[in-house]
């Protein structure tokens, strides 16, 4: 019997979901079954509108072998699970002649414990644990959304947060929900034959594709205990934001507030020596934090030092004490113990970790300010350590054992792959080495017609912008560019500062344009009365770069303020680039210029989400224009048609404007 061809499932799939084969698709698909068929690895570049699920879906289905499907944002991961993957399987399954079963799998704290629900939460202060229902006050938000969670653990099937519509708050949620360092495990719980998470990780075991998020798949190559099962191909859907992903999961962080905590939890279960110890440490923590200065520690400072060896010392002690004493008069013990274990235990990493001092390691202050009273004096005082670069960990971890296959919109940076390639732990494309991965990059365009399309215009004319500095000359071209496209604008700011100037600037300048300001509303709401109203505007920051896709004409300028270099007291990029200039490399281009890339071609993404889309890019920052390096950052973002000129720029806006109200 002849094996179905790549062109026919591809067919039948996209029929399925309602899509049209593209191209752009058709090639990706061609590219993924060539990978996977060699146990290869790819970077796949598929614009916007490709339709790249089912590029990569289809033959991986078609191949039969176990695949994990790893994606950034929560909206992705649901389109698979309830869209793609139902219709491509119902689709594929009289020419497969199977039906290849797929499955959901996120981190432990993301299903409801029906532990905590049934038997209460273990208090900080206090032995033993207490009925979260009976503290929190029935006509309160908080009591309100533990009634409901309480009733929709008797309905739902999954016990996925994701799946409780509407949501509720973090605080609510983290009532009846526990990490995995403070989960009793299924075999010493009361709930464990009930148990969601667990549940969730069995349906993933029987899956012919499992879909999860970055953050999993980084604990999967970090933590020494696999949490994914075993897999033959890994499919990284969102790749570009995988490094910062991975970076967040390998970054330990120490605050007073935190440490206090794991005393509290601690105090009623260990000794009084062990308790004292564990108490004094934390109180000179506590002092150094708020002496602390702002900034990267290139050295720890000698105080500061012995308070975290007397810290980590503490915690230790703490640990094996927690161990080998029992009190049979704390309600739940093992419920009490594994809490304070989970918290002790993760101070002690952290701990552990900076006074170890790998030279791999950045270790850095924060404090933000305060958000008022005497309770909150700590809650901005941070110590933080992350390392120099995750690309070692990935190469090790990721590029093993499997085939993989990452793709995004924006993987070429300055028109080729090798330094989103760099910055995944691989070699340049193509070149072979004992510890290097072979891989090779695709590119299979986009569907839209880019030059005709959109415009890319930058104010050449604006001032060099300084940092923090007044910027009128931008605020009045930005005035003008909106008044000309009739609202219909989405403002990209490279701090929240600048937005939040920017929108009380404006919003005196055209009343008649109304101006959203991220922050003022869940983000949710803000992009859905964006596009409401075409006359409205959207001003926000790092979210708004990657996280809307408004198409139609409630979105035909898109402006980014200036270009979105890191901030030169970012002590992480800052440790990067400078690891990478005495490596004898071009820091600046290999880490601030790559960041800017990246961001600059996320954004300039939002303008064009369909075929009938019209608009402009506006950049605000003439150094796209001047600079030497414009010309990288130009070559990452979508072919649009380029210009300086600002009364074209004007006229074209006004057309565009006029052409959507005609056919509104």
């Given at each position: 019997?002849?094996?179905?061809?790549?062109?026919?499932?591809?067919?039948?799939?996209?029929?399925?979901?309602?899509?049209?084969?593209?191209?752009?698709?058709?090639?990706?698909?061609?590219?993924?079954?060539?990978?996977?068929?060699?146990?290869?690895?790819?970077?796949?570049?598929?614009?916007?509108?490709?339709g790249k699920s089912l590029g990569y879906l289809v033959p991986a289905l078609a191949h039969g072998e176990r695949v994990v499907v790893a994606t950034a944002t929560l909206a992705l991961q649901r389109q698979l699970v309830e869209r793609d993957l139902p219709r491509t399987v119902e689709a594929?399954?009289?020419?497969?002649?199977?039906?290849?079963?797929?499955?959901?799998?996120?981190?432990?704290?993301?299903?409801?414990c029906l532990h905590r629900l049934h038997e209460g939460v273990p208090q900080d202060e206090e032995e033993g644990l207490f009925d979260q229902?009976?503290?929190?006050?029935?006509?309160?938000?908080?009591g309100q959304d533990l009634l409901r969670l309480r009733d929709w653990s008797d309905e739902t099937e999954t016990g996925d947060r994701d799946d409780l519509t509407p949501g509720v708050s973090d605080r609510a949620w983290s009532q009846v929900s526990v990490s995995s360092r403070e989960c009793l495990g299924a075999t010493k719980c009361a709930y464990g034959a009930e148990c969601f998470a667990?549940?969730?990780?069995?349906?993933?075991?029987?899956?012919?594709?499992?879909?999860?998020?970055?953050?999993?798949?980084?604990?999967?190559?970090?933590?020494?205990?696999?949490?994914?099962?075993?897999?033959?191909?890994?499919?990284?859907d969102e790749a570009h934001e995988l490094v910062s992903r991975v970076t967040g999961v390998a970054t330990g962080e120490l605050t007073p507030g935190q440490v206090n905590r794991a005393v509290r939890r601690a105090a009623k279960l260990v000794n009084e020596k062990a308790a004292d110890q564990l108490q004094t440490a934390a109180e000179g923590?506590?002092?150094?934090?708020?002496?602390?200065?702002?900034?990267?520690?290139?050295?720890?400072?000698?105080?500061?030092?012995?308070?975290?060896?007397?810290?980590?010392?503490?915690?230790?002690?703490?640990?094996?004490?927690?161990?080998?004493?029992?009190?049979?008069?704390?309600?739940?013990?093992?419920?009490?113990?594994?809490?304070?274990?989970?918290?002790?235990?993760?101070?002690?990493?952290?701990?552990?970790?900076?006074?170890?001092?790998?030279?791999?390691?950045?270790?850095?202050?924060?404090?933000?300010?305060?958000?008022?009273?005497?309770?909150?004096?700590?809650?901005?005082?941070?110590?933080?350590?992350?390392?120099?670069?995750?690309?070692?960990?990935?190469?090790?971890?990721?590029?093993?054992?499997?085939?993989?296959v990452l793709t995004s919109a924006t993987l070429k940076l300055g028109g080729d792959f090798n330094g989103v390639?760099?910055?995944?732990?691989?070699?340049?494309?193509?070149?072979?080495?004992?510890?290097?991965?072979?891989?090779?990059?695709?590119?299979?365009?986009?569907?839209?017609?880019?030059?005709?399309?959109?415009i890319l215009y930058v104010a050449k004319h604006l001032a060099r912008p300084a940092r923090d500095g007044d910027r009128k000359?931008?605020?009045?071209?930005?005035?003008?560019?909106?008044?000309?496209?009739?609202?219909?604008?989405?403002?990209?700011?490279?701090?929240?500062?600048?937005?939040?100037?920017?929108?009380?600037?404006?919003?005196?300048?055209?009343?008649?344009?109304?101006?959203?300001?991220?922050?003022?509303?869940?983000?949710?709401?803000?992009?859905?009365?964006?596009?409401?109203?075409?006359?409205?505007?959207?001003?926000?920051?790092?979210?708004l770069w990657q996280g809307v896709d408004v198409p139609g004409p409630s979105c035909q300028l898109v402006v980014m303020d200036k270009i979105p270099f890191p901030r030169p007291d970012d002590p992480l990029m800052s440790a990067r680039q400078k690891a990478v200039e005495e490596a004898g490399g071009n820091g600046f281009m290999a880490v601030a210029a790559t960041h800017a890339a990246l961001l600059m071609a996320q954004g300039a993404g939002r303008l064009v989400r369909a075929s009938g889309d019209r608009g402009v890019v506006a950049v605000l920052d003439p150094r796209l224009a001047t600079a030497r390096y414009g010309s990288y950052l130009k070559a990452s973002m979508p072919d649009f048609w380029y210009t300086?000129?600002?009364?074209?720029?004007?006229?074209?806006?006004?057309?565009?404007?006029a052409a959507a109200k005609q056919a509104d």
């Open positions: 019997m002849t094996q179905p061809s790549l062109p026919e499932l591809l067919h039948a799939a996209v029929t399925a979901v309602g899509g049209t084969e593209r191209p752009g698709q058709v090639a990706m698909a061609e590219a993924v079954a060539e990978a996977i068929d060699h146990g290869a690895h790819l970077l796949v570049q598929a614009g916007t509108g490709t594929l399954h009289p020419i497969l002649r199977r039906r290849p079963e797929f499955a959901m799998l996120k981190g432990r704290s993301n299903y409801l229902f009976e503290a929190a006050a029935p006509t309160s938000k908080l667990e549940a969730a990780r069995e349906r993933a075991k029987l899956a012919e594709v499992i879909v999860t998020n970055h953050a999993l798949l980084a604990i999967d190559a970090i933590e020494g205990a696999p949490v994914l099962p075993q897999h033959e191909v890994l499919i990284v923590f506590e002092r150094l934090m708020e002496l602390a200065l702002p900034g990267r520690l290139e050295e720890i400072p000698e105080d500061l030092g012995y308070a975290l060896m007397a810290l980590r010392d503490a915690c230790r002690t703490v640990i094996s004490a927690i161990g080998s004493t029992r009190d049979k008069s704390v309600q739940d013990e093992d419920a009490v113990r594994k809490q304070a274990l989970a918290s002790v235990e993760s101070v002690h990493d952290v701990a552990e970790r900076i006074t170890h001092g790998s030279e791999w390691d950045v270790v850095w202050y924060e404090r933000h300010e305060p958000r008022g009273g005497a309770a909150y004096r700590h809650s901005g005082a941070s110590l933080r350590v992350a390392p120099m670069s995750v690309s070692g960990l990935l190469r090790e971890k990721l590029f093993t054992d499997r085939s993989v390639g760099a910055s995944l732990g691989l070699g340049p494309e193509g070149a072979e080495g004992d510890d290097l991965p072979l891989w090779k990059g695709v590119d299979v365009g986009s569907p839209f017609d880019y030059p005709r399309q959109g000359d931008m605020l009045d071209e930005l005035t003008e560019l909106i008044q000309a496209a009739g609202g219909r604008t989405l403002g990209l700011f490279s701090s929240m500062r600048a937005a939040q100037l920017a929108a009380e600037d404006l919003r005196s300048r055209i009343p008649e344009y109304p101006i959203l300001l991220q922050g003022e509303e869940t983000l949710g709401e803000l992009i859905k009365n964006f596009a409401a109203d075409p006359r409205t505007c959207l001003f926000g920051t790092l979210s300086t000129d600002r009364n074209q720029v004007r006229k074209s806006l006004a057309a565009i404007d």
